[in-house]
């Protein structure tokens, strides 16, 4: 038996650090909003007639073998006897596993890159298991379980909602938190597409950062009522609900330069969300060509980042880069699934 399964790794457009609980349910007009990407995450299961679970990854180029009985207790949650392997055994567990098998993963997206990677990996795994046990799927619960997991291991305070989500329903996505549950809403239009993606150009830095380090001292800043924070946190939850407003009014020319404000926004949440290699190349840019905004990917600043800019200059932008060391993402956004 095989199971084969991919799923879209997100670019997030505006209202990070919005989907953590309970920000979301203490701030006005909060809305995250992020597109799925033709970046995908991939993930294939296979029947091993053994008692090993094998797990090759593309991206740590690396092939580890376990036994059925090394998943216990102990191992999973109180050691670090996985390693880098640790949340994707989680996952596993989830399943009680009882016949070998063989999983070959790839999370599509550049480690550190901000654009929420592993969440889409392990939310890829986590239908793939579901479909090779028979067992039952639904994508809140997906989420939630998925999402419990990657908490344990980041062991920073509780992750975002957000990320998990594009790789389970695709689409343009507006996500809003409630008591209890999280709303999901699809925004997907070709018109809305082709606006995006003529006016925004993703571009890999080449630094490997942790977002969450970032998002977790803004997090604590909020609470510790901070007014930097609190302020930059409220103009950001304003901006993306105008972004909604403007999407659902069909005023798409209004879209692009909100998630230029939002990326602006966000620089003041954290001093290192930017690094100053990004800040050169954007004084670089706006010195050449005007209406250029600089979004970095993930609510604390990931390697990745979106160039926000008119639609006529798209290619002459990429020859910029071309010159440095960075590296353009090409993507689409996916259709709903």
């Given at each position: 038996?095989?199971?084969?399964?991919?799923?879209?790794?997100?670019?997030?457009?505006?209202?990070?650090?919005?989907?953590?609980?309970?920000?979301?349910l203490i701030l006005e007009n909060v809305v995250t909003l992020n597109v799925a990407t033709s970046l995908k995450a991939k993930v294939e299961i296979e029947h091993l007639d053994s008692d090993e679970i094998i797990i090759e990854s593309k991206d740590y180029n690396s092939l580890r073998k376990y036994k059925l009985s090394d998943f216990t207790k102990q191992n999973l949650f109180y050691s670090d006897f996985f390693g880098p392997m640790s949340f994707v055994c989680q996952v596993i567990d989830l399943f009680k596993i009882n016949k070998g098998i063989k999983l070959t993963l790839s999370s599509g997206a550049p480690t550190g890159s901000g654009l929420g990677g592993s969440s889409s990996m392990g939310s890829t795994l986590y239908k793939a298991l579901c479909e090779f046990t028979g067992s039952d799927f639904e994508v809140h619960n997906a989420v939630q379980k998925v999402r419990g997991c990657e908490a344990r291991i980041l062991n920073q305070g509780v992750p975002g909602y957000q990320d998990y989500y594009p790789a389970l329903v695709g689409g343009i996505l507006a996500l809003k938190g409630e008591p209890g549950e999280i709303k999901l809403e699809q925004l997907y239009s070709e018109d809305l597409k082709k606006t995006l993606e003529s006016s925004l150009t993703l571009v890999y830095s080449g630094i490997s950062r942790n977002s969450g380090i970032n998002n977790w001292q803004v997090y604590k800043d909020f609470f510790d009522k901070k007014a930097d924070t609190?302020?930059?946190?409220?103009?950001?939850?304003?901006?993306?609900?105008?972004?909604?407003?403007?999407?659902?009014?069909?005023?798409?020319?209004?879209?692009?330069?909100?998630?230029?404000?939002?990326?602006?926004?966000?620089?003041?949440?954290?001093?290192?969300?930017?690094?100053?290699?990004?800040?050169?190349?954007?004084?670089?840019?706006?010195?050449?060509?005007?209406?250029?905004?600089?979004?970095?990917?993930?609510?604390?600043?990931?390697?990745?980042?979106?160039?926000?800019?008119?639609?006529?200059?798209?290619?002459?932008i990429n020859k910029v880069l071309e010159k440095t060391q960075m590296k353009i993402l090409d993507f689409k956004i996916e259709k709903p699934l």
């Open positions: 038996m095989q199971v084969t399964n991919e799923g879209s790794v997100r670019v997030d457009l505006v209202g990070g650090t919005l989907d953590l609980d309970p920000i979301n609190v302020r930059a946190l409220k103009e950001i939850a304003n901006i993306s609900h105008e972004t909604l407003m403007a999407i659902k009014d069909k005023k798409f020319s209004d879209v692009v330069p909100l998630i230029a404000k939002e990326g602006e926004a966000r620089k003041s949440l954290c001093s290192t969300i930017v690094p100053s290699e990004v800040d050169l190349l954007a004084k670089k840019l706006g010195a050449d060509f005007s209406n250029i905004g600089i979004k970095m990917c993930g609510a604390g600043g990931g390697g990745c980042f979106l160039i926000t800019h008119k639609a006529t200059d798209k290619d002459a």
